[in-house]
């Protein structure tokens, strides 16, 4: 496998997902092949749209978008693609200047093909066991944690503006995040632990928001209640507070009129149905007074359910009181029909957007926000860490000096090593502060560039690409930071006070724990393509049969010719 | 799988606002919807390439589902404004002649995309907040207890669809039957939440606009012949179907029945429904609807015992059925029909329209439905005329919500651009560091959207003439190509929307510059009423979208199109 192949592909991911990174980026945008369109400035959804041959550049995709997922952090995968294209460019360059001077030519392709491997084993060694201790070391002391009592403090609000800022316009990122911090505020009582209660939100998503098309984005709101995807199939009658409500899986009986009867014993004046029913049990709904709602969601039914705690009925004939349950209030709204359910006091969120492409946006924005915030509140999945952030700064304000990471066993090897919460001001701090700790040998034994080295220098290429409009900004933040660096005796004044927003508060807040594994999941990356030699195509039974169609025609060309 | 196909690589397009073609392509579209725009607008013809039917017209609704394009941005402010219009009916075009300008003026300017998104924001904010206020000079409150307003709103949404071909008196005849029939769905009396009553509305062609008419009631169209058999002034009890009295088991699905050989099912399903006729008439029941099919027998059993019989009357009728009759749709067969089902109609007769013969129900008491009869000479006029009085309907129905209007003719555009102009002016240290620009930019980006308004002013005008702007109270007025050269105070008359006379001193051309200024409120001698109005919620939403779907316009910077 030829390096400058991985290169150039790597570089042409790039090249699309820089468009769209940083506080200056701007938006994608595609046209499926169903004619459908989407909007987005998400890394995952760019690269997903992309119809990629070349089995290498699925190989980046397919890791890419399996680590969104599996992490759920939501965020990240722009500057995945960043950091990978540098840290590939970083090892291309390093084999082919090769050891000695003299040497114009560098390596021999076989000397090259076997340094690319041997740079990728040693990243992934670094990553796998150095990296957590380098980053509680020489990064959390600056950063803070946000407590999630306060989601309607600044830092709450920044932590979603700055994930807003890189996900939808920048007109709409603070109207959205105000949105999110009221509707996490709303759901936050539902449980003590926050952790819950970003992952009920983020399972019953689907079930708790509705898109709206043709309004613009300032009509976006939360709504009491919970909203029922449906309209009315019986003309919506008034519901008095206190009345009942019983909701339905399937109706099975025949003889519907004394189903009916029964509901009415009970008071039933609202049926929801998961299943359409029949004209006749319309009619005979309408004519006992009650409001009948068809087709209603699974999702809708299973948060309806948890919400009000009734059990759904799945044969007519066994109606019991525990299959009614109470509501406050009920009407039809915009699109829909909301409930007030009156054990919990649940809202809804409106999500409106000129077009269906930018509502779709912004949907998958909260829904990736909510996302993230669970991600950073995952709970720490080993219990000796006991540290707080707190004694984490005072411990470590001698420790970030003298730059010794062997200090800090105890953080080895652990899964997720840092407080959760913890977050650092945005706009490369992390990267600074982590390519300044990482150790920096000139070269190695062989003459080569350490991998810290390239590791460095990958790092740095992300607040290069921030600051891209203005080169001068980057000298003035990377400054400012290694200031702070050697003057210890005042790490705090990033700003992470409310009182004193410092300069960089601006750029927002991001997650030391996304960040970190963020990285290791690049370093993973690319050493697996790395150590990839040759790529084998094989046929199908159907290709053997019609050899003139082959899905990877290019590629196949391309590496017979190599063969 | 018995095929597979080679993927095709997608398109992208780096950029796509620095590209000249797509620029050529927002250009062209721009041009188009700008000579449909106003009551001068040019019309178009809609045909298909396999040479369907030609439709002619000048509104968005018509025209924007029929336009294709293989540039998705297009596509994408396309969708934006067929949304808009999906909610609101009115100012379609306005949003799409405003959004396309703001991206050509943007890039005319020069103006950096990042800033040119603040600043558009900024200054629909200044817009959507002053047109709020109480002392906003270019809205007019509504008031229900004349009819005035109302009028002339529905007047000038009819004269904006010039593909109708209605003279002055035939508009005249549209806008108050369109204002009558809004009154009349507004029911009087019912305490509680209001339900908003139903105009349903049935086309004649052939017949002379003037022939048009609105009837309380239901006008149904008829199938077979009606013979009034006695005509007592007693209310008829009716009884309406929603299920199928053909005696077919329509509803089995995939299931199966078993039955005795020896058993007829379909005798035993016909003395069923002889059974429920029977019931009927016990009932007292003059007037059986259905929405589906009904035996021949019952209808003739039904016939013979005096019963008015409808069938097929089909869903969309079903819910004004029911409003007028207060009858509840009856879907069963076997149950006994409870005598809350049943409704009344006050009285029946038919009515005679070209060659439509139809069946006359009228309401008993008050009821919020009626129907409306739409007569034009030819098809495709009848259909521009329907367009127009869906979108009366709609937009008088706005005003429920907001009881305003907005100065048409161009008046509200040139109003909002002087006041944007000058509050820009105001306040433009503050405001660009506030957005981290120089003040300079801040302004450039302020004319943008400036000039950007006063380009969808100036598409009112499609005669070769130039459109003004007095510079007392910013009012939009259009001066003949032949009186241009002339001196302008001389003969302008009134301004667009018919509010201010020839009496300012100060003109300038609208694609000119002009020093800022205050528009001037119009101080207590308003005598005069505008003669052009437009719907403020339909209006200040469609500035919203067309401002947002700008902005994501200048937002994106790649587009990936799939080929295959």
């Given at each position: 496998m030829q390096q400058s192949t991985l290169i150039k592909i790597v570089s042409a991911l790039e090249a699309v997902v820089l468009r769209s990174f940083g506080p200056e980026g701007g938006q994608v945008l595609f046209t499926r092949d169903t004619g459908q369109a989407m909007l987005s400035r998400s890394g995952t959804c760019i690269l997903s749209a992309l119809h990629l041959e070349h089995p290498l550049a699925r190989s980046v995709q397919i890791p890419l978008s399996v680590w969104k997922h599996s992490r759920g952090t939501g965020d990240g995968s722009k500057t995945f693609i960043l950091l990978l294209a540098s840290l590939l460019r970083g090892i291309s360059k390093a084999t082919s200047r090769g050891?000695?001077?003299?040497?114009?030519?560098?390596?021999t392709e076989a000397a090259k093909a076997a340094a690319a491997p041997y740079f990728a084993n040693k990243l992934l060694k670094l990553a796998s066991s150095d990296l957590d201790d380098l980053i509680a070391v020489n990064v959390v002391p600056y950063g803070f944690c946000v407590s999630l009592e306060d989601f309607t403090t600044h830092s709450g609000r920044l932590l979603l503006a700055s994930f807003f800022h890189t996900r939808v316009s920048h007109v709409h990122c603070s109207y959205l995040s105000e949105l999110t911090c009221e509707l996490l505020n709303r759901w936050?009582?539902?449980?003590?632990?926050p952790y819950i209660s970003f992952q009920f939100l983020s399972d019953n998503f689907p079930a708790l928001h509705t898109p709206v098309s043709g309004?613009?984005?300032?009509?976006?709101r939360l709504i009491e209640g919970q909203v029922i995807h449906r309209d009315f199939a019986t003309p919506c009658l008034p519901i008095t507070p206190e009345s009942s409500i019983v909701h339905f899986s399937?109706?099975?009986?025949?003889?519907l009129e004394s189903v009916i009867a029964e509901l009415q014993s009970f008071g039933v004046s609202l049926l929801l149905s998961a299943v359409k029913q029949s004209d006749a049990a319309v009619a005979l709904a309408t004519q006992a007074h009650m409001s009948l709602v068809e087709c209603v969601s699974e999702e809708e039914l299973t948060l309806f359910v948890q919400l009000s705690g009734v059990t759904p009925v799945s044969r007519g004939c066994t109606i019991q009181l525990e299959h009614v349950a109470a509501l406050s209030l009920c009407r039809p709204i915009l699109l829909g029909t909301d409930f007030f359910v009156s054990k919990v006091n649940p809202c809804s969120l409106v999500i409106c957007g000129p077009g269906e492409e930018q509502t779709d946006q912004y949907i998958c924005a909260i829904r990736d926000a909510v996302c993230m915030l669970m991600t950073i509140w995952e709970p720490k999945h080993t219990s000796e860490t006991t540290a707080s952030c707190g004694t984490l700064q005072s411990e470590k304000g001698t420790a970030s000096l003298d730059m010794t990471p062997t200090a800090n066993k105890p953080y080895g090897l652990k899964k997720c090593v840092f407080e959760p919460g913890c977050v650092i001001p945005a706009g490369g701090t992390f990267e600074f502060l982590l390519s300044r700790a990482l150790p920096n040998p000139s070269s190695d034994t062989n003459g080569l560039p350490s991998v810290s080295q390239l590791l460095a220098n990958a790092l740095l290429s992300v607040p290069r690409q921030i600051y891209s409009h203005s080169p001068k900004l980057f000298l003035q933040a990377q400054t400012r930071i290694m200031s702070l660096v050697q003057n210890p005796s005042n790490p705090f004044s990033f700003g992470l006070k409310e009182s004193t927003p410092g300069p960089m508060v601006d750029l927002g807040l991001e997650s030391v724990t996304c960040k970190y594994q963020l990285i290791l999941a690049v370093v993973q990356c690319a050493t697996s393509v790395l150590r990839v030699d040759t790529v084998l195509h094989t046929r199908t039974a159907l290709h053997t049969q019609s050899k003139k169609h082959t899905i990877f025609s290019r590629a196949s060309t391309e590496d017979e010719a190599e063969d | 799988m018995s095929r597979v196909e080679k993927k095709a690589p997608s398109v992208c397009t780096d950029l796509p606002l620095n590209n000249a073609e797509v620029c050529a392509k927002l250009h062209l579209m721009k041009e188009l919807l700008k000579s449909c725009y106003g009551p001068r607008g040019r019309l178009k013809h809609v045909r298909n390439n396999i040479g369907g039917r030609v439709t002619t017209s000048s509104a968005s609704s018509v025209i924007l589902p029929a336009l294709y394009s293989s540039q998705p941005l297009l596509n994408l402010i396309k969708s934006s404004v067929l949304n808009h219009i999906s909610r609101f009916s009115d100012c379609g075009l306005f949003a799409g002649v405003f959004c396309l300008s703001l991206l050509e003026q943007a890039r005319r300017h020069e103006l950096r995309e990042s800033l040119a998104i603040k600043v558009n924001k900024h200054c629909l904010s200044l817009c959507t907040s002053y047109l709020q206020r109480d002392d906003c000079a270019c809205r007019v409150k509504i008031d229900f207890s004349s009819s005035q307003n109302l009028m002339t709103l529905a007047g000038s949404i009819v004269s904006s669809?010039?593909?109708?071909?209605?003279t002055e008196a035939e508009k005249l005849h549209i806008s108050t039957m369109a204002v009558r029939a809004f009154l009349q769905t507004i029911p009087c009396s019912s305490p509680g939440p209001v339900t908003l009553g139903q105009t349903v509305t049935v086309t004649v062609r052939?017949?002379?606009?003037?022939d048009s008419a609105m009837f309380p009631g239901l006008l149904v169209e008829m199938h077979d012949d009606f013979n009034q058999t006695d005509s007592s002034s007693e209310p008829l009890r009716t009884v309406l179907f929603s299920t199928s009295l053909a005696g077919d088991l329509a509803e089995l699905g995939d299931g199966t029945i078993e039955a005795d050989p020896d058993l007829d099912t379909d005798l035993q399903i016909l003395d069923q429904l002889l059974e429920l006729g029977k019931q009927l008439v016990e009932d007292e029941v003059r007037l059986c609807v259905c929405q589906k099919v009904i035996h021949p027998v019952l209808q003739q059993y039904l016939r013979s015992h005096g019963v008015v019989v409808m069938e097929r009357l089909g869903m969309a009728l079903m819910e004004p059925l029911g409003m007028l009759s207060g009858t509840q749709p009856v879907a069963t067969l076997h149950a006994r029909i409870p005598s809350t089902a049943y409704g009344r109609v006050k009285n029946l007769s038919t009515k005679q329209f070209g060659n439509k013969t139809m069946l006359h129900l009228q309401p008993d008491g008050e009821a919020a439905v009626c129907t409306a009869v739409l007569c034009h000479r030819n098809e495709t006029m009848l259909d521009e005329l329907k367009v127009a009085w869906r979108k009366t309907e709609d937009v008088l129905r706005l005003t429920l919500k907001e009881p305003s209007a907005l100065l048409g003719g161009g008046c509200t555009e040139t109003h909002l651009s002087a006041y944007v102009k000058h509050k820009g002016q105001q306040e433009a240290s503050e405001t660009a560091a506030g957005l981290r620009c120089s003040p300079a930019e801040f302004l450039l980006g302020v004319k943008v959207f400036c000039r950007s308004l006063d380009m969808v002013a100036r598409s009112l005008e499609h005669d070769g003439g130039s459109s003004a702007m007095d510079l007392n109270h910013a009012h939009h007025w259009t001066v003949s190509a032949d009186a241009a050269g002339e001196d302008m105070a001389g003969g302008l008359g009134l301004c667009g929307c018919g509010l201010v006379e020839n009496s300012s001193t100060e003109w300038t051309f609208l694609n000119t510059e002009y020093a800022e200024f205050c528009p001037a409120p119009l101080l207590g001698d308003s005598c005069r009423k505008p003669t052009v109005l437009d719907s403020f919620t339909a209006k200040v939403n469609a500035l919203q979208v067309a401002v947002e779907t700008a902005n994501l316009a200048l937002d994106v910077r790649y587009v990936i199109k799939d080929e295959n």
């Open positions: 050891p000695s001077a003299s040497n114009a030519n560098g390596f936050k009582y539902k449980s003590d632990l309004f613009p984005v300032s009509s976006s399937a109706w099975t009986e025949r003889s | 669809k010039p593909a109708c071909l209605l052939g017949l002379p606009v003037l």
